[in-house]
């Protein structure tokens, strides 16, 4: 799978293999999503250095937050209190180990947030309640279209929201 990912980016410049997945048609999303006030925005890279050069987590996740402001979702935090919940973007990088200089990268954004137990509501731990991801294969120095994709899924989470909001149904790539 990987060879044939790889063969597409050297064709097509970058190439998005795998389809997002998200949890869009589930009640329980809906409902951790509704009435949401605001989202603090956090976000991680793992992999080598050169795949994210030029790239800051701060950057991204200000990228993230200005998506996410554009759509009405607020991402302050309120004073003296931890984030929940929180916005995790999750960007881990690879070579292909060709020496072709490609890069692949897995970008996810995720919902998390204290959630009870069904069978004990007194447990409590944190949960993931929305997440969206792709997986991209770029040539090194293309890092804007990782920023790009975390606009996307920072696009859908703020129709996720409206959607759980509203009672509306919106396909997210499709903007109805």
């Known amino acids: 799978m990987l060879t044939h990912v790889v063969l597409g980016a050297a064709l097509f410049g970058s190439v ?3 389809s997002p997945r998200t949890l869009f048609g589930s009640s329980e999303t809906g409902t951790s999503l509704r009435g949401l006030a605001s989202v603090p ?3 991680r890279y793992n ?3 050169e795949g994210i050069y030029g790239l800051t987590e701060r950057d991204l996740a200000a990228d993230i937050a200005l ?3 554009a759509g009405g979702v607020r991402t302050d935090r309120p004073r003296g209190k931890v984030a929940d919940p929180y916005l995790f973007a999750h960007i881990v990088g690879n070579t292909t180990g060709n020496g072709d ?3 692949f990268y897995t970008v996810t954004l995720e ?3 204290d959630v009870a137990l069904r069978r004990d509501p007194h447990l409590r731990c944190e949960g993931v309640t929305w997440s969206e991801g792709t997986t991209i294969v770029l040539p090194r120095g293309r890092l804007r279209t990782i920023a790009e994709e975390l606009e996307a899924l920072a696009s859908d ?3 996720a929201v409206q959607q759980a909001n509203s ?3 919106i396909n997210p790539r499709s903007g109805n």
Do not use: C, N
Request: charged share 10%.
């Open 167 to 169: 009672g509306t149904r």
């Open 47 to 49: 992999g080598p250095p």
């Open 16 to 18: 998005t293999a795998g």
């Open 111 to 113: 919902l998390i947030q």
């Open 41 to 43: 925005v956090s976000v």
């Open 157 to 159: 989470f703020t129709l």
């Open 67 to 69: 998506t996410l402001k």
């Open 101 to 103: 200089g490609l890069m």
